[in-house]
Each structure stands twice: as C-alpha cells, then as structure tokens.
C-alpha cells in the first residue's frame, strides 16, 4: 500500500537502506516464563496484580526492545519505525485501571519519538475485524476506554491521528503524509 505510494513518487523505504521496521509485540523469553510462574502462583484481587504484573513485564520488554534495537539503528543514523511504542501501554493499562501518571514516571527516560500515530477505529470495527481468538483486553468496553486514553494524547497533540474506518489504501496514504511532513 503504503510502498506502491512511495514508488509512484521515485521514494521507496527499500532504496533508503535508511529505514528500520521493528515489532513491540511479544515479551522476552524470560520474562514470558516469569509472566507465566505469576499467574500460575499468585491470587489477584480485581486482576490488580495481573495489570500492575503485566505493566512491569511490558517496560521490561520495551526496554529491550529501545536498547537492543531502536538505540542501535538511530546510533547507525537510521530511521526507526516501530509497530507499537509507550503510547500503547499508557492506553491499555491506563485502560486496565492503573494510574497514567504511574505509568509515564516509569518511561521518562524512554525515547520521544519524531512522530507518533494513531489509527483511529471505533471500537466496534476492532472487535469485527479480529479474526483470531481474542484476548482479555479486547472487548468492547475495554477497547472505548483505550480509544479514549489514545484520543486524550491526539487532543494533547502528542499523537497524529489517522483515520483507520476509512480504505486501506487511504489510510496508508494518510500515514505516507503525516510522516513525510514529520520527516
């Protein structure tokens, strides 16, 4: 999408050699296994523990992600773009209950990216268009809290917001824009 764009206009990511695409999806090894031994050994109250575990695991993960893969790209003078960043944890566990303020003090130190974005879906088209098993944080009500914790961050202009209810070709094209202006 995004790439026949970027053709059509002589700039291609793959010709840069500048750019670097990275995933903030999944925990370490060890710290899964952690994850894993808590639930299975731990009585929570409210699923308090289960967010506030889940909150540190996550910081865990994102900064390993920052040290072992965005600090070495930027250190090489690439550009870094990257699935998921703070924003996303602000969201869901500010969603789950824990305290936004808590969380930000805890990223601090985290990289501010150039550029952040939002694609903005109402909720009820998330939940249509998950076709896997969906998790605990993907239910209706769930998803209008995170939508509203990403929209106070659009509102505080910290995120672009992007409309993601319209065609993809569109909505890559929106991000193609947003990012050039950025950029």
């Not at 699923?47 to 090489?76: M, R, V, W, Y």
């Not at 566990?93 to 936004?100: T, V």
């Not at 003090?105 to 903005?120: L, Y």
Request: charged share 30%.
């Amino acid at each position: 999408m995004a790439a026949e764009r970027q053709h059509k206009q002589g700039f291609s990511l793959k010709s840069l050699g500048r750019w670097v695409l990275t995933r903030f999806t999944r925990l370490s090894l060890a710290v899964e296994k952690l994850d894993v031994s808590l639930k299975n050994t731990v009585c929570m109250v409210k699923n308090e523990f289960l967010s506030l575990s889940k909150l540190c695991f996550l910081q865990l993960t994102g900064f390993e992600h920052i040290e072992n893969e965005i600090l070495p790209a930027l250190d090489k003078g690439k550009i870094v773009v990257s699935d998921r960043y703070i924003y996303s944890s602000l969201a869901y566990q500010g969603a789950a209950g824990l305290d936004l303020k808590w969380i930000k003090m805890i990223n601090k130190h985290a990289i501010k990216p150039n550029i952040a974005i939002f694609i903005d879906v109402e909720p009820e088209i998330v939940l249509q268009r998950l076709r896997r098993k969906k998790s605990v944080m993907e239910n209706l009500e769930t998803q209008r809290k995170v939508r509203k914790v990403y929209m106070d961050f659009v509102d505080k202009g910290e995120l672009v917001k992007i409309d993601g209810n319209k065609p993809k070709m569109k909505v890559a094209e929106a991000i193609f824009e947003a990012v050039s202006k950025a950029l």
